[in-house]
């Protein structure tokens, strides 16, 4: 498959205009750790990325259900790079960005680079500000003129962190609707799983689950 930094930066503009929707389900792991911290406050401060700590995720793109595209994706945070490599359907992904000293300018910078900006949409960072994660807790974000509901919907279990299903669902003004779900452990600045669905009547789907982390 070949793939261009314009057609992902192109993704990412619409993702932000898109939503978190918990269509698919994570399984829960009542004898996994608990690593959400449900006995302290469970805020989450997304892309704080901090230095020297490493992800890998495994990467799908489906068509109407049916797998077109897969891979890995490496995120390594170093000291103020960040390197992001893996392959897509056999092509390498080689990525690095080190354009400032703060790291996690240079993580924003190149995740936007590569398909794993799957991770990444950037009214999170004040669309989930101040808010305390447990099941069932509600509340919405105002953005571009529309509100966006968010939902915790339950728990799930990846790598042996437990961590928050998030839902929430986007319908534009043509009455297409998009979304998002996520899997977010507040101790982690990354999404533990996000799945990404464009128009889901006819339905192109993106997909990353963690498969290694560490701090």
Request: aromatic residues 14%; hydrophobic residues 35%.
């Amino acid at each position: 498959m070949k793939y261009s930094v314009l057609t992902y930066r192109n993704i990412l503009m619409l993702m932000t205009l898109l939503s978190l929707s918990l269509f698919v389900a994570c399984k829960p792991d009542d004898d996994g750790p608990d690593n959400t911290g449900n006995d302290e406050e469970a805020v989450w401060e997304p892309f704080q990325v901090k230095a020297n700590t490493s992800y890998q995720y495994d990467y799908e793109k489906s068509e109407n259900d049916e797998l077109v595209s897969q891979g890995t994706i490496n995120i390594i945070v170093g000291d103020p790079e960040v390197v992001i490599t893996g392959t897509i359907d056999g092509n390498p992904l080689n990525f690095e960005e080190s354009g400032s000293d703060d790291v996690t300018e240079n993580f924003k910078d190149a995740i936007e680079a590569t398909p794993a900006q799957l991770l990444y949409n950037p009214t999170w960072e004040e669309a989930f500000m101040d808010h305390e994660l447990e099941v069932g807790y509600s509340w919405s974000y105002p953005f571009g003129g529309l509100y966006y509901d968010f939902e915790v919907k339950g728990t799930a279990d990846y790598l042996g962190f437990e961590g928050y299903l998030v839902e929430m669902i986007y319908v534009d003004q043509s009455g297409k609707t998009d979304s998002w779900n996520s899997c977010i452990n507040q101790n982690i600045p990354l999404a533990l799983m996000t799945r990404v669905v464009y128009d889901l009547d006819n339905p192109e789907e993106y997909y990353m689950e963690i498969t290694s982390y560490e701090d």
